[in-house]
């Protein structure tokens, strides 16, 4: 119960009784500090790890300090047994990055948490909110990620939603989240709960990691959220006072450090979630709702390609695709849905072999309209599809889904046309300085 500590730090806690999950008092040079115990990491006997009110863990030295226990803990940390497992509420599946990860100190590395107790130790405030269990079901960098990947923890959370769970966490690297959430979205059909997918901009080992807030809040999300769908939770706000689930289909990441780099695009968070008081607050009622039973489709066509329109790409480059065997093409076009009108021929020889090509915006804002200009009204003749407002990799990631289920290129057009899990938004207005953002 007192993991990682030796030496005067051990003998120190010992004496007072202090377990990790404990909240104790540090005082030193004038200075109180209270906080939960946490485990520690350092080479050096002498450091107490405590994880403060706003979140952050910190490390302080014992020497010339007075220690006090303040309360025992509530959540108090013991080993998994195989009966609790089996009653778990809330899965966390781990696929990678920071989110869950604790750090060795001696070598400066991050590595993922393996087990229940150590995600209790890295957050012992989850075990208040629902009983949780844990799998690490591969550890990658999120730009790793492969369509094969998908697929695996798709089968994972319909496997936790068969054991009994009433939600599920899945722990990404943030980089790629964007598209494992449009796959999970796509492919499960049907859901008994949400799929929360959270990561973090900054590792554990910074003082400005946003790692414990954003995994209480899915914790919170997968356990007491109303809606049956793929969110992405994170930080809405550089601070910390609230953290926002985006809908899966509809987020990107939009800065590459912030911590609030995730934002709904062309759209509004699904809910705003108040992690210290524990509270969860719905933001749209279009929700999609729980199911009795779960179910899902887990096939992509990975001979798809994303291709980005700039001033002075060759039209031969799309001739080369339909060569190689692609069967679908993505464009980010410019503007309201643009290529130069240089493409139209090539674009007409890839319709009349099979292949499906459609358009959507750099912009990211918006939607395409391809009726106003005339090289736009050209491209559709050519046989390219207008995709309303779905953002690039939402587009390539469903068209993956539907190649896979799909061969009739009509068939095709119309379901990437057509709303399958709040994708597509028929009307929607721009709001720089949104209410819900600020109340």
């Not at 790890?49 to 300090?65: H, M, P, Q, R, T």
């Not at 809040?217 to 706000?237: C, N, Q, R």
């Amino acid at each position: 119960m007192l993991e990682g500590y030796r030496g005067k730090a051990l003998e120190l806690l010992e004496k007072i009784g202090a377990e990790v999950g404990d909240v104790v008092e540090i005082v030193k040079n004038g200075l109180t500090v209270r906080g939960l115990l946490m485990p520690s990491y350092s080479k050096d006997d002498s450091i107490l790890v405590v994880k403060l009110d706003n979140g952050y863990n910190a490390g302080f030295s014992i020497e010339n300090a007075t220690l006090r226990l303040i309360s025992k803990g509530k959540s108090r940390i013991h080993p998994v047994t195989s009966e609790e497992k089996r009653r778990s509420e809330v899965k966390i599946i781990s696929t990678g990055g920071t989110i869950a990860s604790r750090v060795e100190y001696e070598t400066g590395a991050v590595r993922p948490a393996l087990s229940t107790e150590e995600i209790l130790m890295f957050a012992p405030e989850i075990k208040e909110i629902a009983e949780v269990s844990a799998e690490i079901l591969f550890s990658i960098l999120s730009e790793n990620m492969r369509p094969e990947y998908w697929i695996k923890i798709i089968q994972s959370v319909v496997s936790a939603f068969k054991e009994g769970n009433s939600g599920i966490v899945i722990a990404h690297g943030t980089d790629t989240m964007s598209f494992t959430a449009s796959a999970l979205a796509f492919a499960l059909k049907k859901l008994p709960g949400p799929v929360v997918m959270v990561g973090s901009q900054r590792s554990s080992d910074r003082p400005s990691s946003d790692s414990t807030i954003n995994l209480i809040s899915s914790i919170l999300l997968a356990k007491h959220g109303e809606f049956a769908e793929v969110a992405v939770a994170m930080h809405g706000e550089s601070s910390d006072s609230h953290v926002l689930a985006h809908r899966g289909v509809k987020v990107r990441k939009m800065h590459t450090s912030r911590r609030d780099a995730f934002q709904s695009i062309n759209d509004i968070p699904l809910a705003k979630v108040f992690w210290r008081e524990k509270r969860i607050k719905m933001l749209r009622t279009d929700f999609i709702k729980r199911s009795d039973e779960v179910e899902a489709s887990p096939k992509f066509e990975e001979k798809v390609f994303l291709l980005k329109f700039y001033p002075g790409l060759r039209p031969e480059i799309v001739d080369y695709l339909v060569s190689s065997g692609v069967r679908g093409i993505i464009v980010e076009g410019t503007g309201l849905g643009h290529t130069s009108d240089q493409f139209v021929d090539v674009f007409r020889r890839a319709e009349k072999e099979g292949v499906f090509v459609g358009m959507t915006s750099q912009c990211l804002f918006g939607r395409v309209n391809m009726n106003v200009y005339t090289t736009g009204r050209l491209l559709q003749q050519a046989g390219v599809t207008p995709l309303e407002d779905m953002l690039p990799e939402v587009a390539l990631v469903k068209l993956m889904w539907v190649l896979a289920h799909e061969t009739d290129l009509a068939e095709v057009r119309r379901l990437m046309q057509s709303n399958l899990v709040g994708e597509i938004n028929l009307r929607h207005t721009i709001d720089l300085f949104p209410r819900w953002k600020y109340e």
